[in-house]
């Protein structure tokens, strides 16, 4: 089992940024990939980024690409989401997420790929 709790969202204005953390705890966190998803209301939740257990393979969704950054501290079992020049349409929970496979070479897009999520935190962006 793993826990994921999310931690850093907020009201910014356009063109802000706000950093997402996702701290984990029950297994080994360095051997799962990560991932982080959104889900705006009266949408289906959509992938944004993910970043596989060593750190190596990151993808990252068109249309966040350039200015969100995902990245993962596994001395500290925290993942993170840098979110720069943020938009309206950025607005929506955001969720971490944990791979139930072990040590995959590639970092999982679907969101049935993950096994494990956190409860999301609100990020909301005005214009």
């Known amino acids: 089992q793993v826990q994921l709790v999310e931690s850093g969202g907020g009201l910014v204005q356009a063109g802000g940024s706000l950093r997402l953390s996702c701290a984990a705890s029950?297994?080994?966190?360095?051997?799962?990939?990560m991932g982080w998803f959104r889900q705006a209301p009266g949408k289906e939740r959509e992938f944004v980024a993910a970043?596989?257990?060593?750190?190596?393979?990151?993808l990252y969704a068109d249309y966040v690409k350039g200015r969100f950054t995902i990245s993962r501290d596994n001395t500290k079992n925290t993942v993170y989401l840098q979110m720069d020049s943020l938009k309206p349409e950025d607005t929506a929970v955001y969720y971490c997420a944990a791979d139930g496979n072990y040590y995959r070479i590639y970092a999982p897009t679907p969101v049935d790929e993950y096994a494990y999520w956190g409860q999301g935190t609100q990020v909301a962006v005005s214009s």
């Open positions: 970043i596989n257990w060593s750190g190596k393979d990151i």
């Open positions: 029950g297994r080994t966190f360095s051997s799962y990939a």
